[in-house]
């Protein structure tokens, strides 16, 4: 089993519904994350959580929201989904206090809303 | 905002032949990541480095961290197709160790 394990995998929904896409992670990980990878622009970072108590904004945290149900679970929902945000969305886990923060990430769940 | 300038954006190549992809930011980073994404996965984590100056070899991967620590250099050699993906640089620093900055990546095509 991976890791970092995301669902769904693939979703296509309309503009105006809500979204839930969420991430579990086996790492024991205490730091969790969620990008956005869009073509040109790279990852970019919606939201972050480095305990289950913590919640962070990130760049591009407008329209989207965030829930820390365990450490293990770090879910992201689109409250009222629109096109462009359309994407490829990934999540992360990190832990340990020393040296760099590496990131694992799950496969990416591509979102598209039409 | 810590900003990480990576270049070239697009790269194709034939197998054999020897690259270099940049990564440069006006900012100082207590360390910098090397990752590499291949269609349907998320990045994997190529390398870390911490110190200025800093080189790491990977088998036919170089990397560098610059010796102010604000911009690193990937270097491959003798190319081979299966080192086709999306490299992407990523940064720590600006007050928080455990907030990633990433570059935009490079997309290198190895042609047989």
């Known amino acids: 089993d991976a890791d970092v394990t995301q669902t769904p995998r693939n979703r296509i929904t309309k503009t105006g519904k809500r979204i839930m896409l969420e991430c579990s992670q086996t790492?024991?990980?205490?730091?969790m994350y969620w990008y956005r990878q869009d073509p040109g622009l790279g990852l970019r970072l919606i939201y972050y959580?480095?305990?289950?108590?913590?919640?962070n904004k990130g760049e591009i945290s407008d329209g989207y929201s965030v829930s820390r149900q365990a450490q293990a679970k770090f879910s992201l929902s689109l409250e009222s989904a629109i096109p462009n945000q359309t994407a490829l969305y990934f999540c992360?886990?990190?832990?340990?206090?020393?040296?760099?923060?590496?990131?694992?990430f799950g496969a990416g769940s591509r979102l598209t809303v039409l | 905002t810590q900003l990480l300038e990576q270049s070239p954006q697009f790269l194709s190549i034939q197998e054999g032949e020897n690259l270099t992809v940049y990564c440069n930011s006006s900012?100082?980073?207590?360390?910098l990541q090397w990752y590499r994404q291949e269609p349907g996965e998320g990045p994997v984590l190529l390398v870390t480095?911490?110190?200025?100056?800093e080189v790491k070899k990977l088998k036919r991967l170089t990397f560098q961290f610059g010796d102010a620590r604000k911009d690193s250099s990937l270097h491959i050699t003798a190319a081979q197709p299966g080192d086709t993906g999306l490299y992407l640089c990523a940064g720590a620093g600006g007050g928080s160790n455990y907030k990633l900055t990433f570059g935009k990546g490079t997309l290198l095509t190895v042609n047989p």
């Open positions: 959580s480095f305990d289950v108590k913590d919640i």
């Open positions: 900012s100082v980073f207590s360390s």
């Open positions: 480095v911490v110190t200025g100056g």
């Open positions: 992360a886990s990190a832990g340990g206090s020393s040296g760099a923060n590496v990131l694992t």
């Open positions: 790492k024991g990980h205490d730091r």
